[in-house]
């Protein structure tokens, strides 16, 4: 069994949820529950633990926080959440290929920039609206609807607090359709098929 590490560095606990939630599913997802198992660096996750982080934190510290990551935790992944904050799929990946540019090329590879088109509720919108929704095909185009919109639909209320949005999260996340939800995000889309590539080559 290969256990593959990984850290973190982003805007908010939803997306460190979601992330965690979709690692422990990816395996099955590839076939590879008896080949590999995913597991957050406890070492680098208390020195980049969450403190209101935003997007301009956020670009401040990516870069040296996985220098730091793969040289002294030895992480095999590293993943940074950035959301995007306006609908526009093409500033989305170049945000997201700008980011990558700034990334030394050792770690490339193994560095997953996710930018959620425009922030992490949209992710989370579209898996309540197909829990909601079972059995409907309609491509229900949210990602255009603004980021107090998204968080009204998935907590309820435009402004939250962690206490109540994170059971939330992690109930929506526990059971992600990752190809469905591939077919209506292309911002998950993005990240979905470089973790595969990035999962894939640590294999290799």
């Given at each position: 069994m290969?256990?593959?590490t990984?850290g973190?560095?982003?805007?908010d606990?939803a997306q460190?949820?979601?992330?965690?939630?979709?690692?422990?599913?990816?395996?099955?997802?590839l076939?590879?529950?008896?080949?590999?198992?995913?597991?957050?660096?406890q070492?680098?996750?208390?020195?980049?633990?969450?403190?209101?982080?935003?997007?301009?934190?956020?670009?401040?510290?990516?870069v040296?926080?996985?220098?730091?990551g793969?040289?002294?935790?030895?992480?095999?992944?590293?993943?940074?959440?950035?959301?995007?904050?306006h609908?526009?799929?093409?500033?989305q990946a170049?945000?997201?290929?700008?980011?990558e540019?700034?990334?030394?090329?050792?770690?490339?590879?193994?560095?997953i920039?996710?930018?959620p088109?425009?922030?992490?509720?949209?992710?989370?919108?579209?898996?309540?609206?197909?829990?909601?929704?079972p059995?409907?095909?309609?491509?229900?185009?949210?990602e255009?609807?603004?980021?107090?919109l998204?968080?009204?639909?998935?907590?309820?209320?435009r402004?939250?607090?962690?206490?109540?949005?994170?059971?939330?999260?992690?109930?929506?996340?526990?059971h992600?359709?990752?190809?469905?939800?591939c077919?209506?995000?292309?911002?998950?889309?993005?990240?979905h098929?470089?973790t595969v590539?990035?999962v894939?080559?640590?294999?290799?």
């Open positions: 290969r256990q593959i990984y973190f560095v982003g805007e606990v460190r949820i979601f992330l965690d939630n979709y690692l422990q599913q990816l395996p099955a997802y076939n590879k529950t008896e080949v590999i198992v995913f597991t957050p660096n070492g680098f996750h208390y020195e980049y633990k969450l403190h209101d982080n935003n997007k301009d934190s956020v670009d401040n510290l990516f040296e926080a996985g220098r730091i793969f040289l002294q935790y030895r992480l095999d992944l590293y993943f940074v959440g950035r959301d995007c904050d609908y526009n799929p093409a500033d170049v945000l997201r290929r700008e980011m540019s700034k990334v030394d090329t050792r770690w490339q590879d193994k560095t920039i996710f930018v088109v425009q922030c992490i509720e949209h992710w989370l919108w579209y898996l309540k609206w197909n829990c909601d929704n059995g409907i095909t309609k491509n229900e185009l949210l255009n609807k603004s980021n107090f998204a968080k009204e639909a998935v907590y309820g209320r402004k939250t607090t962690t206490k109540r949005s994170e059971p939330i999260v992690k109930d929506l996340t526990e992600i359709p990752i190809d469905w939800l077919s209506r995000s292309e911002s998950f889309r993005a990240f098929q470089k590539a990035s894939t080559q640590l294999l290799a």
